[in-house]
C-alpha cells in the first residue's frame, strides 16, 4: 500500500453489494417508531396540541409535547435558538409540535394525522430585505437586533474610499437561490435507553461527538450518559451537521420504557424539515487599474437564514472571507447580514459560502475584464493570489498557493486550447460559449473554533490493526485514504486493516466531517499514532530479539516484523500476545495552526465564526456550454477542473470529489430550483425538484495542480467542497460569452435565459 | 514558487541564447594549450618517447614525459590503475605517453606530431572471456588474479539448486554493447598554478571535490592546495565522474610557469580515451512454478571492462543487484566477473550496470511467459516486488515500491489498451509488435561508499539568498529544483535566489553527480539549511521588533518579513545590515541511511562496492515498434514511461529527465554501435557512431506514479537514470512480438534483425 496509489474504497463492495449498514438498516423487529407533527403554517401563535385522539388510537406508545422535553428545550451548534419541540410560537412550517411513538410505521402515521393544532396566525416575513424594515413582523420577538442575527463587516485598506480613485468600476446585483442536500440516506436513527439510564443512539450524523453535547443540553441530560455511534452513512453535505432527528429520537427513547426506537423521515420531511443552502443577494462594485489590477471592492452580502440561525451566521463568514475570490485585492469593503425570515432554515452545504461567492465575483471579474478588453483568463492571471500575499481580509497567505498554477494548466489544456474552434461549429439555434472561474475554498473551522482531531490505532491480537476513526465518513471516502495512511506507515495490507467507524464510546473526539477537513486534520494525528505504534512495536520486537540495535533496523511487513540485519522475524501475534497491552495502542492528536493575524491581539477582528482561515485549496474551471436559443436550456458540453489541493493521496477519491462536486454544482447552477410561497414549500420532492442526472452530466476532465502544503499530511489539503463553487459562475460567464446576456439569479434555468435572450434582442444591447 | 511547479530552468535562457560559460569558455588569450600523445597501439612495451623534435619546435613551452609526473603517477576513483602518463607499458591504444604545453592550438597539434614512439608491441586480449583463459596474455601483469579484476557472487535462499523444483525453466544468452557518452561538450578544463603554490582548476566534472584528493594522490600534491569549481556542463553521463583531464591539466599547469593552461579534447579524443558503457555477456537462467511465480534465477555475468578498472566492479555490483529486475525472487545465484582487456576502458554511463541486465532479465520474462501461456504484463504483475519483499539480494524493501502501480497504470492507458488493434493494421512487408519492460534503478551510492551532502544558504546585503551547491547539475535540472526547494521554504521569487555553483572553496562537499543521488541527497541537506536560515531569519525579525512572539508569527515575503499579528514588516536587507553576520548563513547536512542487512555484522555480505542498495525507483515501459522486413530496419512507433519516482518535484525536469533518457536508451538499443577490432575504435566520430537525432525518437508518453518517500526531500526519489534501462529490452521484446525473433545481442540494428529473420524463416522456428 503506498501513498499516491488509486487504491479502490475500502467500503466499495458491501456498498455495491447493498450489504452496507445504514442506520436506518438497524431496525430490529419490536422497535418502536417514532415521528412529529410538523407546523405546516408559516408563522403562528401555537394555542394548544390536541393529542387525545392519537393517545388513544391502538398501538401508540405515546404522545409527547414540549410539556414533556425535560431541560431547556434548545437546540443548535451555536446559537441555540431552536426548539427540539415547538411551545407556543411557529416559526416556519416544519417546526414539530408533537412527537409520537408507535408500535409501527402504520399506527405511526395515523397518529399523526389524529394531532390537532390550535393556532393563531401571524404575518410572516419571507425575504430578507423586507425582514429587516421597520416595521417587519419579528420571527424571534425575543431577539435583540430584531430579525437580524448577525451584521459582520469587514475593511481592508482604504475600503469603498478606493473605488475613487480606479480607473474602472463594474457593478452587479445577484441572487442565489437555497439548494436542497438531496442526500440517498434522509435523515435517520435508532436509539435507547437502557436500564442504567443510559442512551445509546446510532444516528446519520456528521459529528456524533457534538451531538452528544447538543442532545445533553437540549433535554438537560449528563453528554457522558449518551452514547452515538455514527454508521455508514449515505451524505451529508452538511445537511447533517448538527441536530437532525438527535434530539427528538433522544427524547422518544426517554420515554420508551427502554425499548429500542427509531426514527426515519420521509423525503417531503426531509426536504421541509432538514436545513437547506442560504439563499441571499449579493451587490458588489469592483474597481480596477487600466492594466486590470484589482483596486477595490465593496460587497453587500444578506442572507435568508430561515426561522433558526443553525450554522447559518458561519455560512455567512464563509461568504465574505470569499467574496474576492482567489485574488490580490488591497482595499476591501465587504459587509454581510444574516436574516431570520419564516421560510425554512439555512445552514450548512457543501461549499459553505463560497458557491455563493464565486457566482458573483466571477462575473464581475468577465465584466471587468470585457471592459477593459482583456481576455478573461488574463485578467484572472495578473491578480490571482500567491503565497505571501494578504488575501481580502488581510490574512497572509503563508500555506501553499497554487491558483497561477491552476491557471497556467488550464491555458495549456486541449479544452481551453480548441474552444474557439469549437465554438465556430455550433449547430442552427444554438450558441455556444466557453465560460472561466476560479475557485478558492478554505480548509478547516477558521480562527474561532478550535479544530483538532486525535486518532487511535490498535494491534489486536491477531496481528492485525483497528483503526479508531474520530471523524465520519459520510459517503466521500475519507476513511479510505486514513486506511491507506495507516497502511502507508505501518507496512499493512489492506486485508490486514480495520475501520472502527466513530463512536464515541471506542474513538476519540475529532470534531465534525465539515470544512473540508477531514483528511487534513483526522490524517494528520492518525500519522502520529501510526508512527507511535510503529515505534512501540519497533522496540517490543527489539525485547524480543534481546537487541541492542536501533529501532529502524526493524522492519513492518505484512503481519509480521523483520530484524533486518540478522533476517529473523516475529509474528505481530505473537508479539501482540507479550504482556504490557499498554504498548498495543497508540494515540495521535493534531490542532490546525490559526493565523496569527486573528489569535487574541492580531491585527484582524474577526466579526462571528467560520472565518480566518490560514489555509485554502485553489481551483481554474473551464464549460463549454451550449445554449438553445429556443428554449433558453443550457447544455454543458464538457468542463475542466484544475484543482490545487496539494499532494493527491489517492487519486481515485480525489477524482470522485471533483466528479460529484462539479456534478452537485451542475444542479445547484442550471436546474435545483428550491420553491417557496410565503414559507411553504412547492417543490416537494424530486418529481419537481430536479436533479441532474447522470445523462445531464457531461464529461468532466479533472487535473491537479500537486502544491505541498507543509503543513498537511505528505503535503495535502482538503477539497472536498471546492469542486462545487466552480460550475454556476463558470457557465454564468460561458453563457454571456455565447449569447452576449448576463443572468445574474441562479439557478440558470431556461425560463430565465429566454428572458434575458428577449429583453437583450428588444434592446439590442451588449456585445 | 511552489513545489510541483513546472518551473521553467533556471540556466534555460542562458543556454538557449548561447550566453552560458562552459569551462572551454574560460579561455583568455594568453593561455597556454595543453594536450597529449597517445599511444595508438592497443599493447606495447614503451621502450622510449623521443620528445626532442617537439620541444625544439617555436612556441612549445614544455614537453613532459612519465619521468615529468611528480608524485606516484597512479589515477582512479577507487582502484589507482591507471597512470597519468604511460610509463613503460601500453595497456590500451588511448594511453597518454607525453604531455605538450604550446602557445596555440596549431604548434600544439604540430608538436604531437613531432612526438615519436619506440614500442615493442605485445599480444593482446580483445574480449573478456578469451582473457580469461589460462594462457591468456596478461593487461596488468602485476594483478594478482590475472585479467580478472574483481569475481564477486550472491547467493540467496537456495541458489542454483531450486532451479531442479521449478515447474518451467527458460535460458538466455545475451551480448550487450559499449555505449559512448557522447556529450556535446568534450573533456575539458582550464587551470593555473598560482605564486603561491595553489592550484585552481575550472573543470567539466562530476565531482569537483573528489577531483582535489584524486589530482593531490596521483600527483603527489596536497588535496587542499587544489581549488576546482565546476561551471556549467554540456553532459556528463558518468562519463566525467572520475578525472578525464583533471590530472593532465594539473600536471600541464605545474611546468607552465604560473601562466593559466587549457586542455580541450576533440571528439576522436573523447571516443578513444573516454570511458565508455561496460560491454558484456549475460547467461541466465531463470525457473517458475506453473502459475508463473518465479522461483530460481542463476546468472553469469562477465564485463569487458577494458584497460583499466576504473569504477567498472562497481558497475558490475549494479548489474547484479539489477540482474533479477524488480520481481520477487527467492533463490538466485548471481555470479559476476570484471576483466581486464587490451580495449578502451569501461566505466559509469547514465544506468551503470542496471540497462545490460535489463536487456536480459526483461526477454526471460517474455520468454517464460509465452512457455506458460501468460500475457507479458500478467507475468510481470505476479512477481512484482512490494514493500516488505526481499530483493534479490536479500535486502528488504522498507522504502517507497511502485512497480504494481506502474503495471497498472500502464494496463490502463490507451497506447497499451489499443495496442493488439494497432498492431493489425500493419502495412505490407512490415510486422508490429508491442515490447513490454520493467526497470528499476537505486538512488545513492549503496551500502559500502559514504553518501551524504552538505548545502550552505546565506542572506546577501542586498536581501536575497545565495544557495551554494556543492553537488553539479550536468545538464539534468537538478540545480533548478534546488532553487525550487530553497524558494518554497524561504518564500523567495526565482529572481532573488542565486544558485553558486560548485566550488571547493567557496561550497561544501556533496559527493559525485552520479547514482541517481542529486536531488535526493542534497535536496535533503538543502531543505535542513533552509529551515535553519528561515528560523535564524524569524529570530533576527522577532529581535527587531523586541516581540515575544513565537517565530511562526513572522512570515518571509519575497524580500521581506512580515510580523503576522500587526502586519509590520522589516526588509531582509535591513535585517542582513545589523550585527552578528554569522546568523545569516546555515548549512544543512545529510547522510543516506544504510540498509541494515549490509552493515557491519549484518546477513549480507556484499561483495564489491555499488551493492546494497536500500531505495530503488521503478518504471514499466511500453515500446510500439515496426519492422521491416525487408531491411530488418526496427522503427519505434510510439513509447509510454510509468515511473514510480516518489513525488515530483517540477514535472517539467521530471518529463525532459524521461525523454532524454528513453531517447539515449533507444541509441544504445538499436544504433550506438561502438565498434573496435583489436582494442583500435572504428567508429571514431559521430559519421559512423549514429546517435538518434529527433527524427528517430518517436512520441514519448510519460506518466508518474507517485509514491510518498518517506526519506526524501518532499517525498521524492531520484530517477535520472531509470528511464535509459527500458528502451533496448522493450523494443527487444516488440521485436519478437512482431516477428517471433528473439536477438541477444545488442543494438538491435538491421542487420542482426534481418539475420535473425532468415535464420527463423529458414529454420521455420518458434511461435
Known sequence: MEIGDPLVRADALAKVLGKEKYSADLYTPGMLWSGVKRAGVSHAELVSV?????????????????????????????????????????????????????????????????????????????????ALEAKAPLVHPQNESGNLIIHATQILGR????????????????????????????????????????????????????????????????????????????????????????????????????????MVWDRRESFLAGTKRLAGRLKYRLGADADGSL???????????????????????????????????????????????????????????????????????????????????????????????????????????????????????????????????????????????????????????PDYATAKIELTGEGKFKIYSGIVDMGQGNASTYLQMAGDILNQDAADLELVLPDTELCLPSGSASASRTTYIFGNALIKAAERLKKLIQQKAAMVFASQDREDDFALLPRTVRHLPSGWEVSLADLARMPNKSELTATGYFKAPVAPEAKEGGSLEIKGFGMGHRLFSYGAHLALIEVDQITGHIEVASYLAVTDSGRVINPQIFEQQIQGGIAQGLGYGLCEDFLLHKGQVLSRDFSTYILPTSLDVPVIYSKAVETHEDSGPYGMKGMGELPICGPLPAVANGLADACGVRVMQAPLTGERVLNALSTAGAAGEEK
Open 50 to 130: 390536541n393529542i387525545e385522539r392519537a393517545k388513544a388510537l391502538e398501538g401508540v406508545e405515546a404522545v409527547l409535547t414540549a410539556a414533556d422535553v425535560p431541560g431547556p428545550n434548545r437546540q443548535g451548534v451555536i446559537h441555540k435558538d431552536q426548539p427540539v419541540l415547538a411551545q407556543d410560537r411557529i416559526h416556519y412550517a416544519g417546526d414539530p409540535v408533537a412527537l409520537v411513538l408507535a408500535k409501527d410505521q402504520s399506527t405511526l402515521k395515523k397518529a399523526l394525522e389524529l394531532i390537532s393544532l390550535e393556532l393563531r396566525e401571524l404575518p410572516g416575513v419571507y425575504d430578507p430585505a423586507s
Open 159 to 262: 475600503g469603498a474610499a478606493a473605488l475613487d480613485d480606479c480607473q474602472t468600476v463594474v457593478e452587479g446585483d445577484f441572487e442565489v437561490p437555497r439548494q436542497e442536500h438531496a442526500f440517498m440516506e434522509t435523515e435517520c436513527g435508532v436509539a435507547r435507553l437502557d436500564e442504567n439510564g443510559r442512551l445509546e443512539m446510532s444516528v446519520s450524523t456528521q459529528a456524533p461527538f457534538r451531538d452528544r453535547l447538543e442532545i445533553g443540553q437540549a433535554l438537560g441530560l449528563d453528554p457522558f450518559s449518551i452514547r452515538v455511534k455514527a454508521p455508514a452513512m449515505g451524505g451529508g453535505f452538511g445537511g447533517k451537521d448538527g441536530a437532525t432527528v438527535q434530539c427528538l429520537l433522544a427524547l422518544a427513547a426517554l420515554k420508551a420504557s427502554n425499548r429500542p426506537v427509531i
Open 295 to 449: 483596486k477595490a471592492l465593496v460587497c453587500e452580502i444578506i442572507m435568508d437564514n430561515g426561522a433558526y440561525a443553525n450554522l447559518g451566521p458561519e455560512v455567512l463568514g464563509q461568504c465574505m472571507e470569499c467574496a474576492a475570490g482567489p485574488y490580490r485585492v488591497l482595499n476591501t469593503s465587504i459587509s454581510g447580514k444574516a436574516v431570520y425570515t419564516n421560510n425554512p432554515v439555512g445552514g450548512p452545504f457543501r461549499g459553505f459560502g463560497a458557491p455563493q461567492a464565486a457566482f458573483a465575483m466571477e462575473q464581475m471579474m468577465d465584466m471587468l475584464a470585457a471592459r477593459l478588453g482583456l481576455e478573461p483568463l488574463e485578467i484572472r492571471r495578473r491578480n490571482a493570489l500567491k503565497r505571501g500575499d494578504k488575501n481580502s481580509l488581510g490574512i497572509t497567505l503563508t500555506t501553499s498557493t497554487g491558483i497561477a498554477q491552476c491557471l497556467h494548466t488550464l491555458a495549456d489544456h486541449p479544452l481551453y486550447l480548441q474552444a474557439e474552434d469549437w465554438k465556430k461549429k455550433s449547430p442552427p439555434f444554438r450558441a455556444r460559449g466557453k465560460g472561466l472561474a476560479c475557485v478558492l475554498h478554505s480548509v478547516g473551522f477558521g480562527a474561532k473554533v
